[in-house]
T-cell receptor
Framework: GESVGLHLPTLSVQEGDNSIINCAYSNSASDYFIWYKQESGKGPQFIID?????DKRQGQRVTVLLNKTVKHLSLQIAATQPGDSAVYFCAVNWGGSQGNLIFGKGTKLSVKP | NAGVMQNPRHLVRRRGQEARLRCSPVKGHSHVYWYRQLPEEGLKFMVY????????ESGMPKERFSAEFPKEGPSILRIQQVVRGDSAAYFC????????????FGDGTRLSIL
């Protein structure tokens, strides 16, 4: 079955530095990928998504990179701020279905002032 | 969180009781997804519904759990005869339903079983 993993469960960065959070997936048929941010006591908040026909997409201070060859995606946060501290999840659709998303276990990002 | 409303936010039940969790979608969203999250873990898919139809329930336990999304009113996740292992956060997400559109989540119901 599909599995989604994260390379590092915790990440600590200095305020103002860039953050990179990585994610690997297993199903080559997956074609839709989302990054979510979850703060304590809240639901996942949509950050950015990317479809398999792209390898890079940029938002405000965030960039998602997709490498289909090695089934890897990353989230880059520029000029990380204390408000970015949260758990970040990648989510992958299952083989093109619009139904369930497979979530990784999450990376906890801590930003040091 | 993008207008998805879940209630109650916290629910305490004793073993053997029933738990009912409600989810009201973002206006215009006709697709509802339920997920379960244990502490320090990612979300696990349970069920995907459209109005009056269950599309995918591959993540639902075979017994005690059911879900519905009636023509009128919120989606309901129902857990009968709750056990301690049902303690978790249950999240609802909704989408417009077109292929590869993001799911928007509510803030969840935290279920505690005494």
């Amino acid at each position: 079955g599909e599995s989604v993993g994260l390379h590092l469960p915790t990440l600590s960065v200095q305020e103002g530095d860039n953050s990179i959070i990585n994610c690997a997936y297993s199903n080559s048929a997956s074609d839709y990928f989302i990054w979510y941010k979850q703060e304590s006591g809240k639901g996942p908040q949509f950050i950015i998504d990317i479809r398999s026909n792209m390898d890079k997409r940029q938002g405000q201070r965030v960039t998602v990179l997709l490498n289909k060859t090695v089934k890897h995606l990353s989230l880059q946060i520029a000029a990380t701020q204390p408000g970015d501290s949260a758990v970040y999840f990648c989510a992958v659709n299952w083989g093109g279905s619009q139904g369930n998303l497979i979530f990784g276990k999450g990376t906890k990002l801590s930003v040091k002032p | 969180n993008a207008g998805v409303m879940q209630n109650p936010r916290h629910l305490v039940r004793r073993r053997g009781q029933e738990a009912r969790l409600r989810c009201s979608p973002v206006k215009g969203h006709s697709h509802v997804y339920w997920y379960r999250q244990l502490p320090e873990e990612g979300l696990k898919f349970m069920v995907y519904l459209q109005k009056e139809n269950i599309i995918d329930e591959s993540g639902m336990p075979k017994e005690r759990f059911s879900a519905e999304f009636p023509k009128e009113g919120p989606s309901i996740l129902r857990i009968q005869q709750v056990v301690r292992g049902d303690s978790a956060a249950y999240f609802c997400a909704t989408s417009r339903g077109q292929e590869n559109q993001p799911q928007h989540f509510g803030d969840g119901t935290r279920l505690s079983i005494l």
